[in-house]
């Protein structure tokens, strides 16, 4: 008879089971949706003829952004690429904005400047700029990014050009997070991969989700079929996530992560700007198609579940070896997985912290989540 070293009631078994299955989905999480990145190979891009590639609409909106417009957008001006326009909608900036773009457009021609006077975007939020610069653009494909953007290669179009096909409509590019000293950096890091994780991986699984603005691109015709951003104009957010959560399938969404299809931008500086960025996320997930928002709670709740099993098996006194075995196997699996996509994400040196990390996010995220659902809608808009 094996000696389990300790009573092994109905309960206790029920607690051992409960334990072992939620420490198993983990693993097969880690393995099957985040190995589509931490094991992909490395594809050699070979670029076609310059008379091949499509024209390109490079959108950004800005407001009162005249550093990075200085200071990063020259590197997108100089991009190595046969055909494209760069347009750049002013939002009625208040600063010099205006000055630094009608100065570069005198040394960059292809740079196309749309200003909106003040008082006629009447929606907070940056789909009144960007439906603005879709409208203004030339070319049926069209790259969406933003002002505190910097291309990783001056071969950055290129990559997501060749991303096109005749059947896909939607490219999703990866955009790094500029790295700074600091714990808050670290958290927002994590969490950023965390984020960029989900949303690549489903995409390669063929259950694309989300997008981001940094580094996204669809065609032109696209947008207007759907209406635009018609459904959701009420919220500040969903220029990108919400808007490719109603229009991506597993048939039009293709997903880029060469190094130089990458983009790095600015994080944000305070920990109130970042509990405002998450809070906003958490809200456009709430308008995103019900089998989606069921495939995103999946790994968060098989985590809180095999933790509340780990804290019932020290309350009914299984012996300790049993609790640090179950903890041990799913962290080396998870800073495993983590290292390997982390490395491709550009994300060094927080992996190994990953156990930690993933509490803190947690807590953090229900505490949100509780907190907007006890808040009424209207204040988030």
């Not at 800005?62 to 990075?68: F, H, L, P, Q, T």
């Not at 600063?95 to 009447?122: A, C, F, Q, R």
């Not at 994590?190 to 994780?197: E, G, K, L, Q, V």
């Not at 944000?268 to 958490?282: A, E, G, R």
Request: contains cysteine; glycine residues 4%.
């Amino acid at each position: 008879m094996i000696n389990f070293g300790f009573s092994l009631t109905t309960l206790n078994l029920v607690i051992l089971t409960c334990t072992s299955l939620f420490l198993v989905l983990q693993i097969l999480f880690y393995l099957i949706v985040y190995g589509k990145i931490a094991f992909k190979k490395n594809v050699d891009i070979s670029f076609p003829k310059d008379e091949d590639l499509p024209p390109l609409s490079v959108i950004i909106a800005a407001k009162n952004d005249e550093y990075n417009l200085k200071n990063k957008l020259i590197e997108i001006l100089e991009q190595d690429y046969p055909k494209y326009e760069v347009i750049v909608v002013n939002d009625a900036s208040t600063d010099e904005t205006e000055y630094v773009l009608k100065g570069l457009s005198v040394i960059y021609p292809h740079l196309k400047i749309v200003n909106i006077v003040e008082n006629v975007n009447k929606f907070q939020g940056k789909k009144f700029p960007i439906s603005i610069g879709i409208k203004s653009a030339k070319y049926e494909h069209l790259v969406l990014t933003r002002s505190d953007c910097k291309p990783d290669s001056f071969e950055w179009l290129k990559n997501i050009a060749t991303a096109f096909s005749d059947n896909t409509d939607i490219v999703l590019g990866y955009a790094s997070l500029a790295k700074r000293k600091g714990l808050l950096n670290k958290l927002i890091q994590y969490d950023h991969a965390i984020r960029s994780m989900n949303y690549l991986s489903f995409a390669l699984c063929k259950k694309p989700y989300m997008g981001e603005g940094y580094n996204l691109a669809y065609k032109k015709n696209l947008f207007y079929n759907v209406g635009g951003f018609i459904k959701h104009y009420n919220l500040s957010a969903g220029d990108d996530d919400i808007f490719i959560n109603q229009v991506a399938n597993n048939k039009n969404t293709s997903v880029i992560l060469t190094p130089s299809s990458q983009i790095t931008y600015d994080t944000v500086h305070t920990y109130k700007d970042w509990i405002k960025s998450k809070k906003s996320n958490i809200i456009s997930r709430k308008h995103f198609k019900q089998s989606h928002r069921l495939l995103l709670t999946f790994l968060p709740c098989c985590t809180w579940l095999f933790y509340l099993s780990l804290v019932s098996m020290f309350l009914f006194a299984f012996p300790w070896q049993y609790m640090l075995v179950a903890f041990l196997l799913k962290s080396i699996m998870q800073i495993f997985v983590y290292y390997r996509a982390f490395k491709r994400l550009k994300i060094k040196k927080i992996y190994i912290f990953a156990p930690i990390l993933e509490l803190y996010q947690m807590f953090l995220n229900l505490t949100l989540e509780v907190r907007i659902l006890t808040t009424k809608k209207t204040r988030w808009k």
